[in-house]
């Protein structure tokens, strides 16, 4: 099996590219805003992992295009969700890329009807 190395790794593969890679990771690591969130006793953080979490099953998913991955996604939008409210600014655009890139798959109604019941 393939050693994964997260992010980074599967965002080179996405790429085609090593230094897009370095440079996600850099520029996520180096955010000041996640650093200060991160060490405050609030939803920031937990909000700041579901947001690379998403990003991540993203990517992975513009890669494999599986269903598996779709129900993940939609899950951890439910989980992000009922988080911080502040993270469907960045999940709507996601769903309409993912719906729209996935259409012939994702639109059959038991495939969508269990994205759905996936993010309640």
């Given at each position: 099996s393939?050693?994964?190395g997260g992010a980074p790794y599967e965002i080179w593969k996405w790429s085609a590219s090593i230094w897009a890679g370095v440079l996600s990771s850099l520029l996520l690591s180096f955010c000041p805003l996640l650093w200060m969130y991160s060490i405050q006793a609030e939803v920031f953080a937990m909000n700041n992992?579901?947001?690379?979490?998403l990003l991540y099953l993203t990517v992975r998913y513009q890669m494999?295009?599986?269903d598996d991955l779709a129900r993940l996604g939609a899950f951890c939008i439910g989980l992000g969700l009922s988080n911080q409210h502040t993270l469907i600014f960045y999940a709507f655009p996601l769903?309409?890329?993912i719906?729209?890139?996935?259409?012939?798959r994702l639109f059959n109604p038991s495939t969508f009807l269990s994205l759905v019941m996936c993010g309640l």
């Open positions: 393939e050693e994964r992992f579901f947001v690379a979490l494999e295009r599986t769903v309409l890329c719906l729209y890139t996935g259409r012939a």
